[in-house]
T-cell receptor, first 118, second 117 residues
């Protein structure tokens, strides 16, 4: 049981390049999330998904796209990278079981992807 | 507008003493609060949570206190151990029956705890 995995762990891009970050979870969770973490800003939600084939915008969605073609995978795309997208990106998943609130609502995070855009 | 605030970016405590990490929130709709712990080069991991119907939740060395009137919660670690050195994130969510079961979680900026041996 690997939990939540992210690929790649590190990446350096030039401005204007594109890339896709892959997140995979093996816990059969319905919900998946992409966050970015910046110094002094905490974790900010980029996009999320409440199930296979669904996506929704979070707090800071501009410049990113996502897809959830399979329940276990959640992809984050940068079509034209900008230096402002230099950050650490975390994927997370969770499963809503029973009545809210519940400790099972907690999110399980991947190890992160450190992205630098030059 | 930062709805969840952790005003202390860092905290140093001697091993064996109590660590108290504080968190304030502004959104009165928040009804579930969580603490996550993050080591360098790893993702955050869930530590402890509390529902707004309670004012205290305890799990081993970790206790979270909630003061709804002050919109304040705190995490107490007793006794503190060097392995507790990490960044601690406070998080909050509000129930929303129209969101298809999803409750957006808002994170604070984190407090870096250093436990000195």
């Amino acid at each position: 049981n690997a939990g939540v995995t992210q690929t790649p762990k590190f990446r350096v891009l030039k401005t204007g390049q594109s890339m896709t970050l892959l997140c995979a979870q093996d816990m059969n969770h319905e919900y998946m999330y992409w966050y970015r973490q910046d110094p002094g800003m905490g974790l900010r939600l980029i996009h999320y998904s409440v199930g296979e084939g669904t996506t929704a915008k979070g707090e800071v969605p501009d410049g990113y796209n996502v897809s959830r073609l399979k329940k276990q995978n959640f992809l984050l795309g940068l079509e034209s990278a900008a230096p402002s997208q230099t950050s650490v990106y975390f994927c997370a998943s969770s499963s809503l079981q029973g009545a809210y609130p519940s400790s099972t609502d907690t999110q399980y995070f991947g190890p992160g992807t450190r992205l630098t855009v030059l | 507008d930062q709805q969840v605030k952790q005003n202390s970016p860092s905290l140093s405590v001697q091993e064996g003493r109590i660590s108290i990490l504080n968190c304030d929130y502004t959104n009165s709709m928040f009804d579930y609060f969580l603490w996550y712990k993050k080591y360098p080069a790893e993702g955050p991991t869930f530590l402890i949570s509390i529902s707004s119907i309670k004012d205290k939740n305890e799990d081993g060395r970790f206790t979270v206190f909630l003061n709804k009137s002050a919109k304040h919660l705190s995490l107490h670690i007793v006794p503190s151990q060097p392995g507790d050195s990490a960044v601690y994130f406070c998080a909050a969510s509000a129930s929303n029956p129209t969101s298809g079961g999803y409750q957006k979680v808002t994170f604070g900026t984190g407090t870096k705890l250093q436990v000195i041996p």
